[in-house]
């Protein structure tokens, strides 16, 4: 899973080149315990997804983008890790704090479909 700067991520999502492109966006922070447990999870999700070039996995530190905890956003990040799968620079799925890995695919499947 790669991390890039949230202003990289918002160029990706809203263009219009990338249309077709899923992306399973992950907002951490440094200090937050669950995103450590997520972590290994998502990276098997992107593993097992590996062949579909249209599906992007990225990780974004919510704080230093200054989203945690800013309610007056579209993104609304007041949990850490959140989870967000979008198209067509939209919000398909959103999750909150831990999630096995069979219902992060099931997401993912539903996005395919």
Same mark, same amino acid.
């Given at each position: 899973?790669? @991390?890039?700067?949230?202003? /990289?991520? @918002?160029?990706?999502?809203?263009?219009?080149?990338?249309?077709?492109?899923? &992306? #399973?966006?992950? #907002?951490?922070?440094?200090?937050?315990?669950?995103?450590?447990?997520?972590?290994?999870?998502? =990276?098997? !999700? =992107? /593993?097992? &997804?590996?062949? &579909?070039? =249209?599906?992007? #996995?990225?990780?974004?530190?919510?704080?230093?983008?200054?989203? #945690? $905890?800013?309610?007056?956003? $579209?993104?609304?990040?007041?949990? !850490?890790?959140?989870?967000?799968?979008?198209?067509?620079?939209?919000?398909?799925? $959103?999750?909150?704090?831990? &999630?096995?890995?069979?219902?992060?695919?099931?997401? !993912?499947?539903?996005?395919?479909?």
């Amino acid at each position: 899973m790669k @991390q890039v700067a949230w202003n /990289e991520v @918002q160029n990706m999502v809203a263009n219009s080149n990338n249309e077709n492109n899923i &992306y #399973f966006i992950t #907002f951490t922070t440094s200090w937050c315990p669950d995103c450590k447990v997520m972590k290994p999870i998502v =990276e098997s !999700v =992107e /593993e097992e &997804y590996k062949e &579909y070039n =249209e599906i992007i #996995f990225l990780e974004v530190d919510a704080e230093k983008a200054q989203l #945690f $905890r800013e309610i007056n956003n $579209r993104w609304k990040i007041l949990h !850490v890790p959140t989870f967000l799968i979008m198209k067509n620079n939209k919000i398909i799925q $959103r999750g909150e704090n831990y &999630y096995p890995k069979e219902i992060l695919c099931d997401w !993912v499947e539903k996005v395919l479909e």
